[in-house]
């Protein structure tokens, strides 16, 4: 008895929509040689700035928190400071809950801080 092989049509189905990762240009002069990460910020229950900004701040956990690429420490109120964008050195912040502006500083360890401005 001959088996007749049977024929399996397998449908590929093309899978459309790439990715597209292209960020809007805000038209200011990039130093920067890498693009920047961005960063989806959620609220944070920060109540001492107005509803549409809490998530731009949060309260610094202490011993076992981290900092985020997209964050630093006002060196005033220590409350955490956070971007949409990874902060790089030379960065203004301002720290709405005690009002200082700040510039992002690189230490020798690589760690990012801010420094108030003066
Ligand atoms: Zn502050």
């Given at each position: 008895?001959?088996?007749?092989?049977?024929?399996?049509?397998?449908?590929?189905?093309?899978?459309?929509?790439?990715?597209?990762?292209?960020?809007?240009?805000?038209?200011?002069?990039?130093?920067?040689?890498?693009?920047?990460?961005?960063?989806?910020?959620?609220?944070?229950?920060?109540?001492?700035?107005?509803?549409?900004?809490?998530?731009?701040?949060?309260?610094?956990?202490?011993?076992?928190?981290?900092?985020?690429?997209?964050?630093?420490?006002?060196?005033?109120?220590?409350?955490?400071i956070?971007s949409?964008?990874?902060f790089r050195?030379g960065d203004r912040v301002y720290c709405?809950?005690?009002?200082s502006r700040l510039v992002v500083?690189?230490?020798?360890?690589?760690?990012?801080?801010a420094d108030?401005l003066?």
């Amino acid at each position: 008895m001959n088996e007749e092989p049977t024929t399996v049509t397998s449908t590929m189905d093309a899978v459309g929509g790439s990715e597209n990762a292209a960020a809007p240009s805000d038209g200011t002069a990039a130093d920067d040689e890498t693009p920047r990460r961005t960063f989806e910020l959620e609220e944070t229950g920060f109540k001492e700035v107005p509803k549409r900004w809490r998530k731009f701040y949060r309260i610094w956990q202490g011993e076992g928190d981290t900092l985020g690429p997209n964050e630093v420490i006002c060196p005033v109120c220590k409350v955490v400071i956070r971007s949409h964008r990874e902060f790089r050195p030379g960065d203004r912040v301002y720290c709405m809950p005690c009002m200082s502006r700040l510039v992002v500083v690189q230490r020798p360890d690589g760690r990012l801080e801010a420094d108030v401005l003066y």
